[in-house]
Every structure is written in structure tokens, then in C-alpha cells.
């Protein structure tokens, strides 16, 4: 017996410590928001445009959410359950979004949509109209957004879809077929519902991330919430009402987390059966099978193929390459997502494990993992600042290093502790009562049963973790050392300077780091079917 | 091994990481190098990869280590707000001087006190309390189609509420600190209900909803979509001096003017400050008097392309000679202005 008897402090201990990390940036800067005073910018801000910045937000959330499911699941059903031309290759080219920021694809979308891009210059070379003579889809607007913002997280979606199409039990798929039920019928009425609790999981943090996005909003000039609470913060100089608006950031993770976890408790399906078998995909007919593959390219050259030629195309075209070495940068990327993945790793199992229980802690647990995850990363680096004041500290040396890190956690700790949590959902609730019933201590069963469960979820929830901070840009910005500059910040100095191609190298850069981890989560996911045939 | 001691082993490898992660950081220096060497450290709204090249240079002429946190300009402002007496900045640089005002507003800046900076840039590019000065200057003038416009018609900002460029405007958007500190200007000139006017109108004439940066306006006059366009000289300037021929060409079809706010162009300038609570204040005043001489000022602007504070510097290639007028408007003025022209791009609704 491993730690058989402790009390029950004691076990609430690894959570209650892990939500008291993830919640001190949070609070420090909805406090300093609330207190901080400054009301005229913010009354202004109420008077003219909060209403339609939460609107925007939400319409862009729901068209994104839209985009995601109506292309994210037929992908993954299509990949999973049958076979058409190019189906393996698809299998991991779709996850494929998943490395390159939502920021990187929307530069690569400005550029070759806007009118004095290649799109509308041959256009006008071929038709002979001149730039007002035609309709052209507009990139900086709503809908644009929503295509680039759904082009680089669908793979959430996808791959949770994935992962729950592949481990469902195929007894139930086998049997709804053997009763006769029409293959849309399958879907819809066997393999949807179980696969339900994941796809919202996806979602939820597709939407989050969505939501806290800042760098493609704010260049493709669409004033949602999170652009408005930096035009609070630069064009009035008012924290406060930039922490105001932060707080309905949280409001709205809140209520995306209670819509998930609504439906997990809705879904009674338990996969009860133990039993696998080989995989036997149906082929497609032969017309079905090459729609099949068009939708899969379609799906891919949308969220990761246009874009990345089209800058690879920029960074050849063009001499601007900036004069500084882009190796420091990519060292530094790569130690930072490490660290930051390995923290917000070990804090997300302990609270997937601690949450399970129930109770206020580990409602507080989850609200302060999902606030972090959609409130934007510059408002929990100034918490974390404010927090670091209070004990007279400033940003000087490592302990920048160390905050860092720590905001990290705040902000993508919930990406990690979803997969995980996901995993231990889909295990039948039937092995810990039997664990129980065996008179297991409850520590016990965590270290035997629960964590092997839970681990199942890691490798994904991991690579996630890694790619996500590899990514990550405003929290770096405001708090990384001297010398500690990371592909992103690279990427969004040229940028902002209006220096595309420039820019075009550390985007890809950063693209190129996060697809080994995106490769080796593709290859562990569609390995983990035991029935799969190699 | 218990979940919590998961966690405590996870935070240590994450710290050891980082530890490896880069040899060659100077972070482990930190704590021991101030005995030996003097450190000036930058809180800089500034990012060029030819920066660190002026610290550098610096270094060599007095043995001083500089030290930059480059980051946005609001968030270096919280930074130091949240820091308060804390805060190891000595020196704040900012690409725009209403910025600087905002530095100033809050308390985080404090008089130079130079006499070597007074007498070298003009009293118009300097805070009347001397809490920041000028260091490099940049003109937001008019871009425009040589074919469709006639340079007499672009050379005033009140000419842009000319009926006659009506659905001929490409603007980005007012939120962008080179739009408040314009605005801010004519509210100076023209009065604050007049410019609100010239704001309403202008934003009516637009071609089409702003978006993008200074240069993407610029190409979307070479390729017709408007034939005016709000920039900055230097987007324009590195389009004609680029290696893309495209870019070249996007130049040759425009030409840039210094348009009149009414009293000259309308100047911003980089600018520096010191500290309230700088470590090293004696360091952080040099470092501004470097900025400020003939070797500083070229380094400040060869990758810029702005033009220098002292008439004696050479321009960087490309760069056509500086209009004449200086500005008569002090620079503080755009500060105080900027809520108020915030509120005015809102109601006139320039997005």
C-alpha cells in the first residue's frame, strides 16, 4: 500500500495548491481592474462601444464554432472509419494547423487576399477591371476572421473527434449496423453522441482560445472584445477598464465551460465493452472516395497549405530578411514551451485527478483554469506583476524567467488538463467502483488506477501543452528578460513594422518547431485503436 | 510519488530547463555583475535588429552594459506602474511622444537636466518640463496617385474633406497612435470642434473600411482600390528604397507629400526619458547624450529611415530632404490630446 491512509486535507492539498497558482495572476488583475479607478474611460467605453464588442465577440465565436464542426467532424469520421484515396496520408497532414498561430495565418490571409495582393493583381491583369470594378470576399472583416480563426483550431475539434471515433467501441457501431440502421443514421444516432463529451471539449477550447485571440483580430482590424480591451489599455491609458472588460472574457469562458460540462453529464454512454477488434474501414465508392479526399485537401489547404506557401513564396520573393540571427530566438522558444508545457502538464493531472471529487475547490478549479485559458496573456502577465509588487519585487533577472513560466500555466493549464480529463471521463466509471469495492485506499487508487487512466490523455494533452507556448505571444512579449526574445516576438516585431517578409521567416520558423510535436501526437493517435492493423 | 510531489518534481525539471535551456543568457550574471561593471537598463517601445548595435556602440565609448526589455508601450507603462519604486528601468524609450506624456502623466519620469541636450535639439521637440526629449523625427504626411492627383491638392490635411476625394480615402484604423497624435495636432491648429469635423468627413470619404498598416494603404493606392492614403514618410520611403521590385514599383506609381496641418507638417519623433527611480541616473542621461550625437543619431536612423534631430547628420539613403517648417506645435500638446481624439475618431466613427 502505497500513502493508504490519508486524511482528507490532505488529499484536497495537491488541488487546493494547484488553483491557488493557476488564481493569483487572475485575481491580482481583476482586482487592480476593480479598484483601479479611472471610470470616465471607462464610461465612455460603456456608452459607445462595449455592447458591440461583445457582440462581435460572440458572432465570432458562433460562426467560428460553426466552421469548426462543419469541418472538423466529417474529417474525422472520414479519416477514422473509412478508406478513399489519400486517407493515411490525410490522417495526420489535417492536424497539421495545429503548429502555426492563428496570428501567422491571418498575415498569410491579409496578404494574399487584400487588393493589393497576387489573387486580386491577376484578377485584374486577366479581367482588365481596375480595383473598384469587382466584389471581392474581404479578409478584414467578421467573416474573415472567422475563416482564419476556424482554419487554425479546427484541429482541436478534429482531433478530439478523432480520438473518440478511434477508441468507441465498434461492438455499438457493428451492432447499429447489424440492426439495420443506415450509415448516416450510425453517425448520427451511435457514434456522435458517444463521441459527444469529446467534440465539446474541443470546442470549448477551440472557442476560449478563440476568444482570447488577440494578433489575428487586431490585424485583420475586427474590434472584438480582446481588441477593445487593448484599445482601453493603449488609446485611453486605462488598465481598469482594459481588466473590466477581462472580466467579461471570464464570464464568457465560464459559461463555454458549463455548456461542456453540461453535455458530458447529459452523455450516458460507457464504453463497456472491452472487447477490439481489427479496424475494417468500409471503402468508399470510388465518386464518394475522391469527394472524400477533395473535402480532406480543401480542409487542409485552408488552414495550413495556402497560408504556408504563400509565406515560404513571401520569404523567397523578397531580400528582407532582417539582419539578426533567428537561432538564439529558436533556442529560446524551445526551452521556454518545455518548461511551460512540463509545468502546466504536472498542475493540469493534478487538478483532472483533484476535480473528480467534486466539491467548491474543484469548482474554483475549474473556473480559474478556463478564465486563464480566455482571458488574453497580457492581462495575466500584469497580474502576475502586480502580484510580484506586492512583495517589493521587480522583473529584474531570472525570477522574469520564473514568472513567465508561471503565466504560462495560468493561461493553457486547461488545454493540458482537458485531454487528461477526457481520458479519465471515457474510462467506464465501473474500474474505480471496482477498485473501491476491492477496498483500495483512495490514494491508492489514484496512484493504480486513475493516473495509468489519466496518462492515456497525457501524451496528447503534452504535445498540446508544448505547441500552445511555442506560440504564445503577449504574455512573452511583456515579460521575458533581456536576450530572451522567442520566435514570436520575432515575428510580431517585423510585423508590426509592417515588415511582412521579414516577418515571414520566424512565422515559419515557429510553424517548423511546433510540427515535430504535432507529428509524434498525430502518430501516438492513430496507433492508440488497439485493433489497428499496421 | 503523490500528485503533489508530481507538481514539485515538474516545477523543478520546467526551472532546470530553462536553467539549460540557453548557456549563453546573461540571467546568472545578473546578480554579480553590478559590481564590476555599470548596467543601464531600457525599457524600449522600440524593436529594430540594428538596436543593439547603438548599445553596443555605447558600451564601447563608456563601458556601460545596456540591458533592454523591449515591449508595447501601454504594457511597459503598467509594467513600471505595477513596479513602482521597484523598477530597475533607468531609461524609457518610446516610438511616439504622446506616449512619453503618458509616462510622464503617471509619474514615471523625471527632469533630464541637460544642458548638452538643450542646446542640441530643438525646443519644440522637447517636454517643456524637460521631462523627455526628441530624438528622431518622422513627418505623417499624404500618399498619393501621381495620375489621378494633383500635389496641390494633397499638400494640407484639411484638403482631405474636399468633396472632390469623396470614396478616394485609405486610412488604418484611429486607434493607431500615429492617427491620435495627428488628430491630436489639428485639434491644436484648427480647434477641437474643427478637426472633429475634418474627422466626421474624412471618415465618410473612405474607400473602404480601414485595415492593415501605413504600407498596406499605400499599396492599395498603386493598385487603385483609393488614391489617397494617411502614412507615415518612412513606409514610403522603404518601399522605394526596397530590394522587391514590386515595392519599387508601388512607389514610382505614388509620391509622398509633407502635408500642412496648419503650422508645417506634422512631426512625432522617438523619444527618451529617464526613469522617476532610475538605479542609474547619471548612466541613463548619458545614454540620451549619446542618442544625441552624430554617431548615435546615425545609428537611431539608418534602419528607420527617420530623420535625425541635428541638421548635420547625413540622411540615410533614400530619404528626400525634410521639409523646411518645423513644427510650432510642442510635441506635449498630442499627448494631453489623445483621450480626446480617441473619443473623437468614436463618434465620428473611424474604427
Known amino acids: 500500500m502505497i500513502a493508504g491512509h490519508v486524511g482528507p486535507i490532505a488529499q484536497r492539498l495537491p488541488l487546493g495548491l494547484a488553483t491557488l497558482l493557476l488564481a493569483v495572476p487572475l485575481v491580482a488583475a481583476g482586482l487592480s481592474g476593480m479598484f483601479a479607478g479611472g471610470g470616465e474611460a471607462w464610461d465612455h467605453i460603456v456608452s459607445t462601444d462595449l455592447w458591440r464588442f461583445t457582440a462581435t465577440t460572440l458572432g465570432m465565436l458562433a460562426l467560428t464554432g460553426l466552421l469548426i464542426l462543419a469541418t472538423a467532424i466529417p474529417a474525422a469520421w472520414l479519416v477514422t472509419m473509412h478508406s478513399f484515396p489519400g486517407r493515411g496520408v490525410f490522417e495526420w497532414l489535417l492536424i497539421l494547423p495545429l503548429a502555426a498561430p492563428g496570428y501567422v495565418i491571418a498575415f498569410a490571409y491579409a496578404d494574399l487576399m487584400g487588393v493589393a495582393g497576387p489573387l486580386q493583381a491577376a484578377l485584374r491583369d486577366v479581367s482588365g477591371w481596375g480595383a473598384r470594378d469587382y466584389w471581392f470576399p474581404n479578409i478584414n472583416s467578421l467573416p474573415g476572421l472567422c475563416f482564419v480563426l476556424a482554419g487554425a483550431l479546427y484541429p482541436y475539434v478534429y482531433l478530439t473527434a478523432r480520438a473518440a471515433f478511434t477508441t468507441t467501441s465498434l461492438c455499438a457501431i457493428d451492432a447499429a449496423r447489424t440492426l439495420g440502421a443506415s450509415p448516416l443514421s450510425t453517425i448520427w444516432r451511435v457514434a456522435l453522441p458517444s463521441a459527444r463529451p469529446a467534440i465539446v471539449a474541443g470546442l470549448a477550447l477551440a472557442l476560449m482560445e478563440a476568444a482570447a485571440d488577440y494578433g489575428a483580430a487586431d490585424f485583420l482590424g475586427v474590434r472584438t472584445l480582446t481588441v477593445g480591451l487593448f484599445r482601453a489599455w493603449s488609446s485611453f491609458g ?72 504563400r509565406l515560404i513564396w513571401i520569404a523567397l520573393e523578397t531580400g528582407d530578411r532582417g539582419t539578426a540571427s533567428l537561432w538564439a530566438p529558436l533556442r529560446n522558444s524551445v526551452a521556454l514551451a518545455s518548461a511551460g508545457a512540463a509545468l502546466c502538464f504536472a498542475i493540469g493531472i493534478t487538478i483532472a485527478l483533484g476535480v473528480r471529487r467534486g466539491g467548491i475547490v474543484a469548482s474554483a478549479a475549474r473556473a480559474v483554469m478556463a478564465g486563464g485559458y480566455a482571458v488574453p496573456g497580457a492581462v495575466l502577465a500584469l497580474g502576475g506583476i502586480v502580484a510580484l509588487a506586492t512583495f517589493g519585487l521587480n522583473l529584474a533577472g531570472p525570477l522574469a524567467l520564473i514568472i513567465l513560466i508561471w503565466i504560462y500555466a495560468c493561461r493553457f493549464t486547461a488545454a493540458g488538463a482537458e485531454p487528461v480529463q477526457a481520458a479519465l471521463v471515457r474510462a467506464p466509471a465501473s474500474m474505480t467502483d471496482a477498485a473501491r469495492s476491492l477496498g483500495a485506499a483512495p490514494m491508492t487508487r489514484i496512484w493504480r488506477v486513475d493516473l495509468p487512466i489519466a496518462l492515456s490523455g497525457a501524451t496528447v494533452a503534452a504535445l498540446i501543452l508544448f505547441v500552445e507556448v511555442l506560440k504564445e505571444l503577449p504574455a512573452t512579449l511583456m515579460l521575458r528578460p533581456a536576450n530572451w526574445d522567442t520566435l514570436a516576438v520575432r515575428a510580431y516585431d517585423y510585423a508590426s513594422d509592417e515588415r511582412l517578409a521579414a516577418a515571414a521567416l520566424p512565422c515559419l520558423l515557429i510553424t517548423a518547431a511546433g510540427l515535430l510535436p504535432v507529428l509524434i501526437l498525430s502518430w501516438r493517435l492513430s496507433r492508440a485503436r488497439p485493433g489497428e492493423s499496421h | 510519488m503523490r500528485p503533489h510531489s508530481i507538481l514539485v518534481s515538474a516545477v523543478l525539471a520546467a526551472a532546470t530547463l530553462v536553467g539549460c535551456g540557453n548557456p549563453s543568457a546573461p540571467s546568472s550574471e545578473t546578480e554579480t555583475a553590478t559590481d564590476e561593471q555599470q548596467i543601464l537598463t531600457l525599457y524600449s517601445a522600440r524593436h529594430y535588429d540594428g538596436d543593439q548595435a547603438i548599445y553596443d556602440a555605447f558600451e564601447a565609448q563608456t563601458g556601460i552594459e ?3 526589455r523591449e515591449s508595447r508601450a501601454p504594457q511597459l507603462l503598467e509594467t513600471m506602474k505595477a513596479e513602482g519604486e521597484a523598477s ?49 523625427k518622422r513627418y505623417r504626411g499624404i500618399a498619393y496617385d501621381t495620375e489621378r492627383v494633383a500635389p496641390d491638392a494633397v499638400d494640407a490635411f484639411v484638403k482631405l474633406a474636399d468633396p472632390s476625394l469623396d470614396n478616394e480615402i485609405c486610412a488604418r484604423s484611429s486607434s493607431n497612435i500615429y492617427n491620435l497624435s495627428l488628430l491630436g495636432h489639428l485639434m491644436e491648429t484648427q480647434g477641437a470642434d474643427a478637426a472633429a469635423a475634418w474627422a466626421d468627413t474624412v471618415s465618410d470619404q473612405f474607400a473602404r473600411a480601414p485595415a492593415g498598416g501605413d504600407t498596406d494603404q499605400i499599396k492599395a493606392v498603386a493598385a487603385g482600390a483609393c488614391s489617397v492614403a494617411i502614412a507615415n514618410h518612412y513606409y514610403w520611403v522603404r518601399l522605394a528604397t526596397s530590394e522587391s521590385e514590386a515595392d519599387r514599383d508601388v512607389a514610382a506609381r505614388t509620391a509622398f507629400s509633407f502635408a500642412d496641418t496648419g503650422n508645417g507638417p506634422h512631426v512625432n519623433v522617438t523619444a527618451g526619458a529617464v526613469a522617476a527611480n ?34 548635420t547628420v547625413t540622411l540615410p539613403e533614400g530619404l528626400p530632404a525634410a521639409p523646411v517648417s518645423g513644427a510650432e506645435t510642442n510635441l506635449g500638446r498630442l499627448g494631453e490630446n489623445q483621450v480626446e481624439a480617441a473619443r473623437i475618431y468614436d463618434r465620428a466613427g473611424w474604427p
Not at chain 1, 465518386?287 to 480543401?298: E, N, R, S
Not at chain 2, 543619431?297 to 541635428?310: D, N, S
Request: aromatic residues 8%; proline residues 6%; hydrophobic residues 50%.
Open chain 1, 238 to 309: 486605462d488598465a481598469g477598464a482594459a481588466a473590466r472588460m477581462a472580466l467579461i472574457l471570464f464570464g464568457l469562458a465560464i459559461g463555454l465551460q458549463w455548456l461542456e460540462r453540461r453535455q458530458r453529464g447529459r452523455s450516458g454512454t460507457q464504453a463497456t465493452s472491452k472487447r477490439w477488434q481489427t479496424l475494417d474501414r468500409p471503402p468508399l465508392s470510388p465518386v464518394m472516395g475522391w469527394l472524400a479526399t477533395g473535402f480532406c485537401i480543401l480542409v487542409f489547404a485552408w488552414g495550413f497549405g495556402v497560408p504556408i506557401i
Open chain 2, 66 to 68: 545596456v540591458r533592454a
Open chain 2, 88 to 136: 530597475p528601468a533607468d531609461v524609457i524609450i518610446a516610438a511616439d511622444a504622446g506616449t512619453l506624456w503618458r509616462f510622464k502623466d503617471a509619474g514615471l519620469t523625471q527632469p533630464i537636466a541637460s544642458e548638452a541636450l538643450e542646446a542640441a535639439i530643438p525646443g519644440a521637440l522637447r517636454d517643456p518640463e524637460g521631462h523627455w526629449v526628441g530624438l528622431a
Open chain 2, 278 to 311: 532610475a538605479p542609474n541616473r547619471e548612466g541613463a542621461v548619458a545614454f540620451l547624450e549619446f542618442l544625441a550625437t552624430q554617431e548615435g543619431q546615425a545609428l537611431l536612423i539608418a534602419e528607420t529611415k527617420e530623420y535625425p534631430v541635428l541638421d
